[in-house]
């Protein structure tokens, strides 16, 4: 559905589009929601659910890897992902310079530049967060202490790696990840939350020392330019949504790199509202809420193993849900893609077992032997 309403939005405003010379830019960015589109369909019928666990484990291992490289960025300004890029790719591409900066006086708004193997700190603040829910489900579901340290080992290093970028997105979403699990999970979690939280700030402050002063510089937040730019988000646009409030002015027709002529909304809800109306924000806001309503029932009626993988995936996209709220997400592709990636594990969860959609070399099988038993019979 909402892949349809942008194109609507599109078809429907073309000629002003066309004339204004935004179509291009709208192609592009057509491209890249088709992407999303087709990576979740991968993941939906390439994973089934005996995969998932796995899977899991996997993401929370890169996410561990990605978090130390940020460490190492954060302290050295050296950008393993960049500088182990550029050796790698040499004698076939050209990978830029990183746009790290650890001296915050040199920094936007007083704030150090760690972006990792993004572009952003946002961008790699959003990977980390997707992930932290799958190694925090596993810490309360622990069996033994080597699984309880390694899962609240990874989930430390994430939240100390998100924090090393200086943005408040690290600090709010997690919180608001725990206490969605918590809605879940009330006596483990205030169980764990005295001691886990002290933990937690040692070795935040440790491995990421300046971080949390930055984050939780209370007066900063209010005035900085971030904040105060996200005040008229809202009154800058309102002429035209109202000139176009059901679709939009055309989905992909804002341009982020002309901010003389397009204002960069810290809002990802109010630029949906922007490009696609208010049928599009209700398609896009439903597109993020429908895998974790669908997990409600996995997590409540199935066993302990789907219940957990149900409230760790859907936990993903409660973070992505609270992401957009705080900046512009689909200008940084992975934040979406991530998104799409544990939307789909937590429709494959939710659905069990039986929901295992037959791969394409099955049904050949099952296709072929068929016509074989049809003309046996014959």
Not at 61 to 81: D, K, P
């Amino acid at each position: 559905v909402f892949l349809v309403l942008p194109v609507v939005s599109l078809l429907l405003d073309a000629p002003r589009i066309i004339n204004l010379g935004d179509f291009q830019l709208a192609e592009k960015r057509f491209a890249l929601l088709g992407s999303f589109l087709i990576l979740s369909w991968f993941a939906l019928t390439a994973l089934r659910f005996e995969d998932v666990r796995g899977f899991a484990t996997y993401l929370i291992g890169l996410a561990t890897l990605m978090s130390i490289g940020m460490l190492v960025e954060r302290h050295t300004g050296y950008n393993i992902f960049y500088e182990w890029s550029r050796t790698i790719l040499r004698p076939i591409a050209n990978v830029g310079l990183s746009p790290t900066i650890i001296h915050p006086a040199f920094g936007t708004e007083g704030r150090v530049t760690v972006v990792g193997p993004t572009e952003h700190g946002l961008a790699a603040t959003t990977m980390l967060v997707v992930v932290m829910p799958f190694a925090l489900v596993r810490v309360l579901d622990a069996s033994s202490r080597r699984s309880w340290w390694l899962n609240a080992t990874a989930f430390g290093l994430m939240v100390a790696a998100a924090l090393a970028t200086d943005r408040k997105t690290a600090l709010l979403v997690p919180v608001a990840v725990v206490i969605y699990i918590a809605c879940y999970r009330p006596r483990q979690v205030l169980r764990l939350a005295p001691l886990g939280l002290v933990v937690l700030v040692g070795l935040v402050h440790f491995a990421s020392p300046g971080a949390l002063g930055t984050v939780f510089n209370l007066s900063s937040d209010v005035s900085s330019n971030s904040t105060t730019h996200r005040v008229g988000d809202f009154t800058d646009v309102v002429p035209d949504v109202l000139a176009h409030p059901m679709l939009g002015r055309g989905f992909g027709t804002l341009n982020p790199e002309q901010p003389a002529q397009f204002r960069i909304n810290d809002n990802e809800y109010l630029d949906e509202l922007w490009e696609v109306g208010a049928l599009g924000l209700l398609a896009f806001v439903w597109m993020i809420l429908a895998p974790v309503v669908l997990a409600r029932a996995a997590i409540r009626t199935r066993g302990p193993t789907v219940a957990s993988l149900a409230l760790a995936t859907s936990g993903g996209c409660v973070a992505f849900l609270v992401v957009c709220a705080l900046f512009d997400a689909l200008s940084f592709p992975q934040a979406p893609y991530m998104f799409f990636v544990v939307a789909a594990l937590t429709t494959i969860v939710s659905a069990g077992p039986e929901g295992n959609v037959a791969s394409s070399r099955e049904l050949v099988q099952r296709l072929s032997g068929r016509r074989l038993r049809a003309g046996t019979a014959r």
